[in-house]
Nanobody
Framework: QVQLVESGGGLVQAGGSLRLSCAAS????????MGWYRQAPGKQRELVAT???????NYVDSVKGRFTISRDNAKNTVYLQMNSLKPEDTAVYYC????WGNGYWGQGTQVTVSS
């Protein structure tokens, strides 16, 4: 059973930075694309960044230039470096392979950005 455990969230002032981590169990981590998602109160969950097994990345327009997704296959971990945070980035952040179904969501990590 694959498990995804997110960590690194917290409370930060606007303009600050946070680094999220997602630790994945299972031997297939290195060969699958991974994604970071977020869900703000009252809004649908959205995909904000993806990284392929080869390291190619893609971002939603609202975070381009501020967020960086990366991965360490040796540690089965994917990261999301978030800089220049804005109050609208406040959400619960989750990681999951985009190709997997909804049965694999972890508990997420709360990011709160104060103005």
């Amino acid at each position: 059973q694959v498990q995804l455990v997110e960590s690194g969230g917290g409370l930060v002032q606007a303009g600050g930075s946070l680094r999220l981590s997602c630790a994945a169990s299972g031997s297939i981590f290195s060969i699958i694309a991974m994604g970071w998602y977020r869900q703000a109160p009252g809004k649908q969950r959205e995909l904000v960044a993806t990284i392929t097994s080869g390291g190619s990345t893609n971002y939603v327009d609202s975070v381009k230039g501020r967020f960086t997704i990366s991965r360490d296959n040796a540690k089965n971990t994917v990261y999301l470096q978030m800089n220049s945070l804005k109050p609208e980035d406040t959400a619960v952040y989750y990681c999951k392979p985009p190709s997997w179904g909804n049965g694999y969501w972890g508990q997420g990590t709360q990011v709160t950005v104060s103005s």
